[in-house]
């Protein structure tokens, strides 16, 4: 697949040089470096997870990120958002997230919000290809998937509490397929962030990562996509399980459309 358009690159020979890895391999090649150069990402949350995320999306060859964020840096953070140091302490999240991703690459294009997301502000992504959630509280997740559900977006979800993360692809943008909510609407009394619980710096990164995997094969319509299914990772006894998910026909928010 990566030699059939040699003819009709669009890529520069600095592209060609930054992409090499990604070029090499049969799953992108260049045709895939063209692709993802197209693709607009918006990435809600720049925390433990969204850090590592944007970094991966940053030098992948996705063309433009949109990061949305309403924190400011605090030392708390410092453990695991690898994108920040304690000079950006009280500097807002996305200023330092988008200098930093733009640095390491110069063509890419980033947009930034400071307004919580919400079903108020949701129309920020009513333009992008796909939207990454990687925050950590259950009402900013439900207006996500709300919002991806009412603009048709593919919608990747990644969260990490303590030892244990969670991963999950949600086909948002299209219809007959679980939601969010159709997993997790019984467990609203729950709703808790990570704010008062510990998590371990390293599971965030694994859960970014993950997500970026996940994003880059949506993107490309890969195979085997975690679609429909939840990713349980368990780093305390370092254990992997997949779970599928199933439509809830009586799910309030996938089938009112
Ligand atoms: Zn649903």
Redesign the pocket.
Known sequence: MKNEKKNNISLSDEDLLRYNKHILLDEIGIDGIELLNTKHIAIIGLGGIGCPLAQYLSTSGIGTITLIDSDIIEETNLQRQVLYTGLDIGKYKVDIASTKIKKMNPKLNVFTSKLRFCKDTSKIIRNVDMVIDATDNFSTRTAI?AAT?KYKKPLIMGAAIEMQGQISVFRNDHKDM??????Y?DIEDQATSCMNQGVLSSLTGAVGSILATEAIKVLLSMSETLESKLLLIDFKNMIFRNIKIV??KK?????EL
């Open positions: 998937n559900i679980p939601c969010y909510n159709c997993l609407s439509k809830d799910c309030c928010v996938c089938n």
